[in-house]
């Protein structure tokens, strides 16, 4: 059996790809060792934040998973591959093409995604086929599809340095999507008449630099576009020449909004708005042609994360805004190829191609596959089809590159489901997912930079991802094992690829298949590449229509379409677009009944700023954990104090659902009683993680997208009987404890790994006795209260144990070094005094220069602004994802 992915550098060392992590999709060069932004891709122009600087160091993934296991034990690829097969046929012949379901990811490649849709739609015969992507855009895709008849974003990334105002909606760019944020606090360096106005209801890195932030109350965004829509209407701000033109259901929109209910003072008490600021945005929108609005998974993950959407949109329509240099709605994309998973059918509410499951498209996509079968209606949503799952109506599950024990709501019913599967298929690069936990059969995925293929970003830009570097042991890129399965079925004939350019010329020429400009989506000039040139690709947006292939071989070679709509005609069957009038909704709070003691906190959750989806890609890399290094709830100062709670304690968050554990810390950014938990850790990492264990399945009724960020949750101090904090260069042996303490989180450090612990059920003196069992230990008392313990092996430091009475801040970095150092030699009572004297944060990740340091080089040096650190440093200087921090920490601490 040959290796598909073994394809390996070019004779100059260097190679093009992308990186692997964000929607904006940077672009890499890799030369040897050696990794950098790519100067020549348009989305990032070189500039990498420090996730994509970083991927490198990721590759050398802990507990790779090497070979594929069937119950746990070693099997070959045919074994599984067959193994696969057989149980699949078995099912449908029993139960149906509906008893089978798959659920794959953003982080796919396009030809990946396309096998998986093929074989599920065309193949096996029905649309059970989800990603997660429906966690992030799928109330985008709809309301495109509402709004302009397809799923376009009509927009590139120019246009968010060529407008005069950028709107920001439910977006922390500057932590998400840090590249595409540079770009724009370079757009505003250079046009200071560039307003940027940022509506969270959280005040964000992102919108600490707003010329204007609305903190709107969770979950009213479509009042407030609402209300802007009918101030539009009433400032005679419409653009009546092209709404009678080009756009439908004017009438239905200005019935609605003609209600004093969408007023600015009543949209101001609604949202929770100072009427001012509100004024002072609706005329900004009304007066400024160039506007940009950008959106992202705060508009998306709704009850009504749809209509929200095309309440944007709407407001671009009346104003004749879409598509424009400068000028139009633009969704964001999470993950790296949620964009080419929309193109291919990933989601089971859509076929192929941008095709829906009217009989024209189905009879279309099932004469050009010649397939036996075609799926004749939508499948099920990823939220149901775990459901599907849990109640056995789903027998057999593919999860392919996802973690959804952790990343779905409701995780204790998602785990459920998947202990409950009668046959569960995971392809991933590491078994220690809490996903793969579950699985009976496990398959070694390829992963970045073993593998290629292409990816679509945010702003429909085509890019190649090649591979540098061999798969180790028997890991396999996913399109081959899912076109192996699908020969074993029988259906050799529709799988029968000769890598990864057979299977893009095959899906471009889908695209153009009797499409005739009916959709957007038109790759044909693809279809006519050869494998030079599909080898040779550089980044192109689509449509790449046939009659455009000197646009992508030829001298004329461009970067593609940048803008679609332009010229107002939609892909509707009229060629118009639609407003859509719908009625706003309030969040659904699926929360206890208020304690009458505490009262209940309304959690929002998101991401942090070096982290990636559920750390699997990120959380063994020492650099990305430092930042953020265990997992936390923010309140705001008032919050905090009306708790009764302090600042660093842990607390249980319970919800209906279940309950969860984090520290407490403090973040004025959120209004009262508001909190905020980020959605990565996982039980991988920490103990009770996983806030998504508290969140309700909730879903928006048009994209089944869940409301991740409204979850009314109580909050409990954890009381415990002490508080450890372990460095070591394995996990400390705590078998003498007869159970894992109560609470422990995880994290790399240089040589081993810390892990915070704590424990309500046991005194300290329990867990020495425990500790004492094992092993050459010897215990120190520590200045102040608690103890040392140093765990020796043949003399050298193997571990270290502080522990006491309550949490304490350790500089874990300076305990690191003792590790593996022969006791004899170590300087133990010195560091150990040094990392007591407190930990400090990281600030700048990419050149590692923490908050203390920051704080004595502006102290001691005397320096009043950031440039002046920046120069010293160096902070600041390669991503800009910290520079607000540092203009924070400058003004807060320079000398006066
Ligand atoms: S901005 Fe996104 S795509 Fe670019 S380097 Fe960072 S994570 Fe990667």
């Not at 609706?282 to 506007?291: D, L, N, Y």
């Not at 939220?383 to 952790?406: C, G, H, M, S, Y």
């Not at 522990?803 to 300087?827: D, I, K, M």
Request: glycine share 10%.
């Amino acid at each position: 059996m040959s290796n598909p992915s073994a394809v390996l550098p070019t004779a100059d060392g260097s190679v093009q790809t992308t990186c692997a992590y964000c929607g904006v999709g940077c672009g890499i060069r890799i030369s040897g060792d050696q990794l950098e932004g790519d100067a020549s891709h348009p989305a990032n122009l070189g500039a990498l934040c420090i996730k994509g600087s970083t991927l490198l160091d990721t590759m050398a993934y802990p507990h790779r998973l090497l070979y594929p296991r069937l119950n746990g034990k070693h099997v070959g690829w045919d074994g599984a591959l067959d193994e696969i097969a057989s149980r699949f046929s078995q099912i449908i012949a029993e139960s149906g093409p509906e008893a089978i379901g798959f659920y794959v990811s953003g982080q796919l490649m396009t030809e990946d995604y396309y096998v998986a849709n093929k074989l599920m739609k065309g193949y096996i015969g029905a649309a059970n086929i989800d990603t997660n992507s429906r966690l992030c855009m799928s109330s985008a895709v709809m309301a495109h599809v509402r709004a302009f008849g397809e799923d376009v974003v009509p927009a590139c990334y120019a246009d968010l340095e060529l407008c005069n105002l950028l709107v920001l909606v439910g977006a922390n760019t500057a932590w998400t999507h840090p590249v595409v944020f540079r770009r724009i606090q370079q757009a505003r360096a250079r046009n200071p008449q560039m307003k940027l106005v940022v509506i969270d209801p959280r005040k964000t890195m992102t919108a600490e630099q707003a010329d204007l932030h609305l903190p709107l109350q969770p979950g009213s965004d479509v009042w407030l576009f609402h209300g802007l829509c009918r101030y539009l209407l009433q400032s005679g701000a419409v653009d009546r020449a092209y709404v009678d033109a080009h756009v439908d259901g004017f009438p239905e929109l200005a019935a609605l909004l003609d209600d004093p209910e969408y007023d600015e003072s009543a949209i101001a008490r609604r949202c929770g708005l100072s009427e001012v600021d509100l004024r002072a945005f609706f005329r900004w929108f009304a007066a400024e042609p160039k506007t940009v609005t950008l959106f992202c998974q705060g508009v998306n993950q709704s009850n009504q994360g749809t209509d929200k959407a095309n309440s944007i949109i709407n407001a671009h329509l009346l104003t004749g805004r879409v598509g424009k240099p400068g000028a139009s709605p633009f969704s964001m994309t999470g993950q790296p190829n949620a964009m080419g998973g929309r193109e291919v059918g990933g989601l089971a509410t859509q076929l192929t191609a941008h095709m829906g499951f009217n009989d024209t498209d189905c009879q279309r996509v099932q004469d050009f596959w010649q397939s036996p079968t075609i799926a004749r209606q939508p499948g099920l949503k990823a939220v149901d089809l775990f459901e599907a799952v849990r109640q056995k109506k789903i027998r057999a599950l593919w999860v392919i590159a996802t973690n959804p024990a952790i990343s779905l709501p409701d995780s204790a019913r998602v785990r459920e489901a998947l202990a409950n599967c009668e046959f569960l298929i995971v392809s991933e690069m590491t078994a220690r997912t809490d996903t793969a936990q579950f699985a009976h059969l496990l398959l070694p995925a390829a992963g970045w930079g073993e593998r290629g293929g292409t990816v679509t970003n945010s702003e429909r830009c085509i890019s190649r991802q090649r591979p540098f570097t061999q798969a180790p042991g028997e890991a396999r890129p996913d399109w081959w094992a899912l076109a192996e399965v699908g020969k074993r079925m029988g259906f050799a004939e529709g799988f029968n690829y000769d890598g990864l350019n057979d299977i893009l010329r095959e899906f471009a020429a889908l695209t153009a298949h009797e499409n005739q400009g009916a959709r957007q989506l038109d790759l044909g000039a693809i279809a006519q590449l050869d494998d030079a040139q599909l080898d040779s690709w550089q980044p192109t947006r689509w449509p790449l229509v046939a009659q455009d292939e000197a646009h992508i071989t030829g001298a004329r070679r461009v970067l593609g379409t940048e803008r679609l709509f332009a010229e107002g005609r939609f892909s509707t069957p009229n060629g118009k677009a639609r407003l859509i009038a719908a009625a706003p909704l309030l969040p659904v709070l699926d929360a206890d009944p208020v304690d009458s003691e505490r009262a209940g906190w309304l959690l929002n959750t998101g991401r942090v700023r070096d982290q990636w989806h559920t750390m699997t890609r990120t959380g063994h890399l020492v650099r990305l954990m430092e930042n953020e290094p265990y997992p936390k709830v923010s309140v705001n100062h008032h919050t905090l104090l009306a708790s009764g709670l302090e600042l660093g304690q842990l607390v249980w968050l319970g919800s209906k659902r279940d309950q969860v554990l984090a520290r407490l810390e403090r973040d004025d950014g959120l209004a009262d009683n508001e909190a905020f938990m980020p959605m990565h850790w996982s039980d991988s990492f920490t103990a009770r993680g996983g806030v998504n264990r508290l969140v309700a399945p909730v879903v928006d009724p048009v994209s089944g997208q869940p409301q991740f960020k409204q979850t009314r949750v109580q909050v409990q101090p954890f009381i415990a009987q002490w508080h450890g904090v372990w460095i070591g260069q394995h996990e400390p042996n705590l078998q003498g404890l007869g159970r894992d303490p109560g609470w422990w989180s995880r994290r790399p450090v240089d040589g081993g790994e810390c892990r915070l612990l704590a424990d309500a059920d046991c005194s300290a003196e329990q867990l020495w006795q425990g500790l004492a069992v094992q092993g050459h230990w010897i215990r120190l008392p520590l200045k102040g209260q608690g103890w040392l313990a140093v765990a020796l092996n043949q003399g050298r430091i193997g571990g270290i144990l502080l522990c006491g009475a309550s949490p304490r801040q350790v500089n874990v970095g300076l305990l690191a070094g003792l590790l593996a150092v022969p006791l004899a030699a170590a300087s133990l009572a010195t560091t150990v005094e040094q990392a007591l004297a407190g930990d400090s944060r990281m600030v700048c990740s990419c050149f590692r220069v923490s908050e203390r340091q920051i704080v004595e080089a502006i102290e001691q040096q005397g320096i009043h602004e950031r440039a002046g650190l920046q120069a010293l440093l160096k902070c600041g200087t390669n991503c800009g994802t910290c520079v607000v921090e540092l203009d924070k920490l400058v003004a807060k601490h320079r000398p006066q």
